[in-house]
């Protein structure tokens, strides 16, 4: 069965849990299921950097069924080898994604909370790391979901949406 499912890996608000389930599934047009929180962020802490491996993380979630795409949540910061941080990754072999809350609140950076902004951000990392899943690597159109964002800068100016050249790709792909 083509679904999506919502796996967060510690408390994640329901609100937030509930805004990505909705948006993703006008997104890839297939049903989106939220499971129940598992506790696996042990053993991927690195004490010297105080973050969280994602690759670690990303190795701990998996999917059920064939056709399955499992979207694992944390609000802790991420990183990998060679980067300050990540806002997620995903592993396009076998389906799975993260993505970090961590660094899409205003609060992080000293600003005033918008909580609108937050969930736009949320919704744009899972879009765009759901879409590595399905195959689409990173693309040049800055506003296409799935263009890298280096920064914050980069995810807020690109829109929640696929370019009409990954869009083509998807659908060749049948999602869902």
């Known amino acids: 069965m ?3 499912s919502l796996k967060p890996l510690e408390e994640i608000d329901q609100g937030v849990l509930e805004e990505l389930k909705g948006r993703l599934e006008k ?3 297939c049903p989106v299921k939220i499971e129940p929180q598992t506790t696996k962020l042990a053993r991927a802490y690195n004490p010297s950097r105080r973050q969280y491996l994602s690759t670690t993380l990303l190795s701990t979630i ?24 990540v806002f997620g990754e995903a592993d396009i072999g076998s389906g799975v994604a993260i993505i970090s809350l961590f660094r899409l ?22 879009i765009h790391e759901l879409g590595h899943t399905y195959g689409l690597g990173h693309c040049s159109d800055r506003r296409c979901i799935m263009y ?10 690109k829109q929640a949406a696929f370019c009409s050249k990954c869009r083509q790709i998807l659908k060749s792909q049948s999602v869902c």
Do not use: C, M, W
Request: no cysteine.
């Open 2 to 4: 083509n679904r999506i």
């Open 27 to 29: 997104t890839f047009d």
């Open 62 to 85: 998996s999917t059920s069924e064939k056709g399955e795409r499992a979207l694992g949540i944390v609000d802790v910061d991420l990183y990998v080898p060679g980067l300050n941080f």
């Open 105 to 126: 609140r205003q609060e992080h950076y000293a600003l005033p909370p918008d909580k609108e902004l937050f969930l736009e951000r949320a919704v744009k990392e899972a």
């Open 148 to 157: 890298f964002s280096n920064t914050l800068t980069d995810t807020d100016k």
